[in-house]
Structure formats: C-alpha cells, structure tokens
T-cell receptor, first 113, second 115 residues
Framework: GNSVTQMEGPVTLSEEAFLTINCTYT??????LFWYVQYPGEGLQLLLK?????DKGSNKGFEATYRKETTSFHLEKGSVQVSDSAVYFC????????????FGKGTLLTVNP | DAGVTQSPTHLIKTRGQQVTLRCSPK?????VSWYQQALGQGPQFIFQ???????QRGNFPDRFSGHQFPNYSSELNVNALLLGDSALYLC??????????????FGNGTRLTVT
C-alpha cells in the first residue's frame, strides 16, 4: 500500500535560517504529492502540491520538487520566519483520487527570533 | 465565503457511548471526507461521501459510520466508543471535478476525548 515517511522532529531554527524537511514515499503508479501545514488549534492547510514527476510546487517561499527517481518530495525554504512555526505534513494521493490522502507523521517546526 | 465548519469543537464521552460529529463543506463543494488524527500522528482516512453515498473507506471498523445529506453536509457516527477513539476528527471537502478533483479544504476539527 501507499506510505509516506518524513523527517522526525522537532526541528528548531533561528529566524532567516534555511529549512529542509525530508519526505519520501512508497506508492504504485504516479501519485500526486502534497505538503500541508497545521498551525496550533487549526485544521490543515494546503501549502503546495505537485502532480507529476519533476514538477515543482511553490507557495509563500516554500518549494518542493517531485523526484520520481528518488521517490522524494523534500520541503525547502530559504529564510524561515517566526510565523512559519507549525506542524508540516507530507502526503500523497493515488492517481485520480485526491480525497484519500496518505499522510506522514508530521514534523514540528519551531522558529525562534 | 465560509470554509469547512465542524461542530462541536470539543467533546468528552465515556467508553461505550455513541457520538455524532457534524461537518458543513465549503461553499461549492460536493464531496466530504473524514480523517482521524491521533495525538502526534498524521491524519488517517476514514471514508469519503459523494452524492449521499460512501464511496471509499479506509481501514476503520464498522463502528465508524457516516451520512451525507442533500445539502452536502455530513455526519460521522462512532458507536461503542473505546479509549483509543480519542483523537482530533477532521472533515475535508472538495469538488469532484475531472481527474483528481480539486484540492481538499480542511475544517479545524472536533477534539473527541473518551474517558
């Protein structure tokens, strides 16, 4: 079956540091890949997505590239802010089915001023 | 434009009881999915409703059931509650359009505590 493995947290960074959160996946066929963010006390918000190999998703300074050869979708940001502190989830969905997402366990990011 | 709304926000129940959680999808959305998020874990897919029918189900026992109404809102019912059912229950909505549909929009969840 499908599975997502993401970097264990927590991750603590200083403001303006570079961020990488690793994510690898196992799936049949060609899944779509997502990063969701969850702020304290809130539901999940879609951060970015990529639907085919070599696609780069980007939003709010975050980027991730769909690498089929390494089955990875690592999240990066060049300069984090305190407001980026949240839990980040990597997820995938099977082809033609975006409502059934398989999530990783999440990575807690704390950014200190 | 209201997003996905869930009620109640918090709920405390006793083992063996039954619970009903409610969800109103984002305006224009016709598909509702439910997820269970245990503490410190990623959400797990319970089931999805479209056109008032359960279309796909995750690995959850029959104690978990649902319903979708003609106005697209949905309920999640859990019978014979166990301590392990304590979790954040998330509702997500989308439009079932074409291949892959539209992105999921999540509500803020219902925090269920079973004592």
């Amino acid at each position: 079956g499908n599975s997502v493995t993401q970097m264990e947290g927590p991750v603590t960074l200083s403001e303006e540091a570079f961020l990488t959160i690793n994510c690898t996946y196992t799936a049949t066929g060609y899944p779509s890949l997502f990063w969701y963010v969850q702020y304290p006390g809130e539901g999940l918000q879609l951060l970015l997505k990529a639907t085919k190999a070599d696609d780069k998703g980007s939003n709010k300074g975050f980027e991730a590239t769909y690498r089929k050869e390494t089955t990875s979708f690592h999240l990066e940001k060049g300069s984090v802010q305190v407001s980026d502190s949240a839990v980040y989830f990597c997820a995938l969905s099977g082809a033609g089915s975006n409502y059934k997402l398989t999530f990783g366990k999440g990575t807690l990011l704390t950014v200190n001023p | 434009d209201a997003g996905v709304t869930q009620s109640p926000t918090h709920l405390i129940k006793t083992r063996g009881q039954q619970v009903t959680l409610r969800c109103s999808p984002k305006s224009g959305h016709d598909t509702v999915s439910w997820y269970q998020q245990a503490l410190g874990q990623g959400p797990q897919f319970i089931f999805q409703y479209y056109e008032e029918e359960e279309r796909q189900r995750g690995n959850f026992p029959d104690r978990f059931s649902g319903h979708q109404f003609p106005n697209y809102s949905s309920e999640l019912n859990v019978n014979a509650l166990l301590l392990g059912d304590s979790a954040l229950y998330l509702c997500a909505s989308s439009r079932l359009e074409g291949q892959g549909g539209s992105p999921l929009h999540f509500g803020n969840g219902t925090r269920l505590t079973v004592t």
